[in-house]
């Protein structure tokens, strides 16, 4: 996933997570003296909640000696997750979460951009990785499920190289190494994180795991297994979204079909 020579930005929210994954990275890079990390925060504008975090991950970026940028949706789309999520349920039925993931992954390829980084990296650890996989399967997402993977590449201008270091590692040894290291982070979880497709599989597979140890690591053999076959039948050619110039695999990236079609 690394080279001795990146420039590696690691998406920090203040959550265990990516709180670990910063952590691990920052005493990797102390052997590799021409690896950079720089660490960005993407603040989506959620009462309550974002602050404390950004708080706590500005307080890791200053013990690890990391910079650190703060990336705003207010600044970047004009609008807080808060003002979007109400518009967004009224107008388009999407719900908070849905909204979030697509506008904080656009944020996250503009951010890692303008710090000049060559690799983003993302905390998604084994739970989030076979979560995603069984939301894409009832979706019938076949795209989406061919793009789990450990390192997202695309020979595309402007298109940053995404790695998911953490992405075979359960989230219960991530949270016992966050505890083992006293890493500080935000335990409180986000208010839109309620009755979700997403809690309801997290609650099952957590439960099939009692049940049936190494599930969600079968899951994502599985995965493995099917994804070159899957490759072939969803390679799609990027190109420049219309409206912002971000990498896009319409005429107009998802981002800014919904915030048009929010502000209509
Ligand atoms: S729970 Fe949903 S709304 Fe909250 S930060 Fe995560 S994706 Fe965004």
Same mark, same amino acid.
């Given at each position: 996933?690394?080279?001795?020579?990146?420039?590696?930005?690691?998406?920090?929210?203040? =959550?265990?997570?990516?709180?670990?994954?910063?952590?691990?990275?920052?005493?990797?890079?102390?052997?590799?003296?021409?690896?950079?990390?720089?660490?960005?925060?993407?603040?989506? =504008?959620?009462?309550?909640?974002?602050?404390?975090?950004?708080?706590?991950?500005?307080?890791? $970026?200053?013990?690890?000696? *990391?910079?650190?940028? /703060?990336? !705003?949706?207010?600044?970047?789309?004009?609008?807080?997750?808060?003002?979007?999520? +109400?518009?967004?349920?009224? +107008?388009?039925?999407?719900?908070?979460?849905?909204? $979030?993931?697509?506008?904080?992954?656009?944020?996250?390829?503009?951010?890692?951009?303008?710090?000049?980084?060559?690799?983003? &990296?993302?905390?998604?650890?084994?739970?989030?990785?076979?979560?995603?996989?069984?939301?894409?399967? /009832?979706?019938?997402?076949?795209?989406?499920? &061919?793009? *789990?993977?450990?390192?997202?590449?695309?020979?595309? %201008?402007?298109?940053?190289?995404?790695?998911? %270091?953490?992405?075979?590692?359960?989230? !219960?040894?991530?949270?016992?190494?966050?505890?083992?290291?006293?890493?500080?982070?935000?335990?409180?979880?986000?208010?839109?994180?309620?009755?979700?497709?997403? @809690?309801?599989?997290?609650?099952?597979?957590?439960?099939?795991?009692?049940?049936? %140890?190494?599930?969600?690591?079968?899951?994502?053999?599985?995965?493995?297994? /099917?994804? %070159?076959?899957?490759?072939?039948? *969803?390679?799609?050619?990027?190109?420049?979204?219309?409206?912002?110039?971000?990498?896009?695999?319409?005429?107009? $990236?998802?981002? $800014?079909?919904?915030? @048009?079609?929010?502000?209509?």
């Amino acid at each position: 996933m690394l080279s001795p020579y990146d420039r590696i930005a690691v998406a920090l929210s203040g =959550g265990k997570d990516s709180a670990a994954l910063l952590h691990i990275l920052t005493k990797i890079e102390e052997r590799f003296p021409r690896v950079e990390l720089i660490a960005i925060t993407i603040d989506e =504008g959620i009462r309550g909640y974002r602050r404390e975090a950004i708080r706590i991950a500005r307080e890791n $970026c200053k013990k690890l000696g *990391v910079e650190q940028s /703060i990336f !705003s949706f207010k600044k970047l789309y004009n609008h807080t997750l808060d003002e979007l999520a +109400k518009i967004a349920k009224e +107008k388009l039925q999407l719900t908070p979460c849905s909204i $979030c993931g697509i506008l904080r992954r656009k944020a996250l390829n503009v951010a890692a951009k303008e710090v000049g980084a060559t690799k983003l &990296a993302t905390a998604h650890n084994l739970d989030d990785e076979s979560q995603t996989i069984l939301i894409n399967i /009832i979706h019938g997402d076949i795209w989406k499920l &061919a793009r *789990v993977e450990p390192m997202i590449t695309r020979p595309f %201008p402007g298109f940053i190289t995404r790695i998911k %270091p953490l992405c075979r590692i359960p989230e !219960s040894e991530v949270a016992f190494y966050a505890y083992l290291q006293r890493i500080k982070f935000q335990e409180s979880s986000c208010p839109y994180m309620r009755d979700t497709l997403r @809690s309801h599989v997290r609650l099952t597979l957590n439960r099939l795991e009692v049940r049936y %140890p190494g599930t969600k690591f079968k899951i994502i053999r599985s995965i493995e297994k /099917i994804r %070159p076959l899957l490759k072939g039948l *969803v390679e799609v050619e990027l190109k420049y979204c219309k409206i912002c110039g971000e990498p896009s695999i319409k005429g107009t $990236c998802r981002a $800014c079909e919904i915030l @048009s079609k929010i502000e209509n």
